[in-house]
């Protein structure tokens, strides 16, 4: 089955920690995505990374940190940093060449920092 | 930055009524998508529209992109219970960048 894995689904943390969020795709995917979602306020991209090795800062980076060693994985860092990390944390992928261009999701992480 | 604005935010209708909800881009878009993210789920991609005038139907679903492609809706005709949801526009600015703006969501809940 192709698709992309987060985990954990629910994770909960002390106040001044930081924590590791997973993402896995094998849909062989140029392009991967993270979203922070709160209520009320949609979804807000954190970083994204077009190609391995590389990787941009989306509107809300602050407080968190990525990398790109590998085509399928693409692991977001919550750091202490984060002054209201609490959410739901969604990846996604794209495959940039095709034409719909379409986002493909995982079932998200919901962090729970208290 | 470009920000993409949805209305309403909410929106309660009997069953079998309509839906629409309205999607606002700051800035002029290539193209735009539309996804719906069921009550505990994750974003599901709908349709992308392109170009100028743009109308795409998907069944009971009629999805419509501005002709001056700031602006985009979605109509349900005759809601279902499968329709309850969140539903959110996407706009990418550019060809080429592959950064999205989600729009804010508008959240569908029917009554049966």
């Known amino acids: 089955d192709g698709g992309i894995t987060q985990s954990p689904k629910y994770l909960f943390r002390k106040e001044g920690q930081n924590v590791t969020l997973s993402c896995e795709q094998n849909l062989n995917h140029d392009a991967m995505y993270w979203y922070r979602q709160d209520p009320g306020q949609g979804l807000r991209l954190i970083y994204y990374s077009q190609i391995v090795n590389d990787f941009q800062k989306g509107d809300i980076a602050e407080g968190y940190s990525v990398s790109r060693e590998k085509k399928e994985s693409f692991p977001l860092t919550v750091t202490s940093a984060q002054k209201n990390p609490t959410a739901f944390y969604l990846c996604?992928?794209?495959?940039?060449?095709?034409?719909?261009?379409?986002?493909?999701f995982g079932p998200g992480t919901r962090l729970t920092v208290l | 930055g470009q920000q993409v604005m949805q209305i309403p935010q909410y929106q309660h209708v009997q069953e079998g009524e309509d839906f629409t909800t309205y999607c606002n881009s700051s800035?002029?878009?290539?193209?735009i998508q539309w996804y719906k993210q069921r009550p505990g789920g994750h974003p599901v991609f709908l349709i992308q529209?392109?170009?100028?005038?743009e109308v795409k139907k998907q069944k009971r679903l009629t999805f419509q992109f501005g002709e001056a492609k700031k602006n985009s809706s979605l109509h349900i005709t005759a809601t279902q219970t499968t329709d309850v949801g969140t539903y959110f526009c996407a706009g990418r600015s550019n060809f080429g960048n592959e950064k999205l703006t989600f729009g804010t969501g508008t959240r569908l809940t029917i009554i049966p």
């Open positions: 996604a992928s794209t495959q940039i060449y095709l034409t719909g261009h379409e986002q493909f």
């Open positions: 800035t002029t878009l290539s193209n």
């Open positions: 529209l392109v170009k100028s005038g």
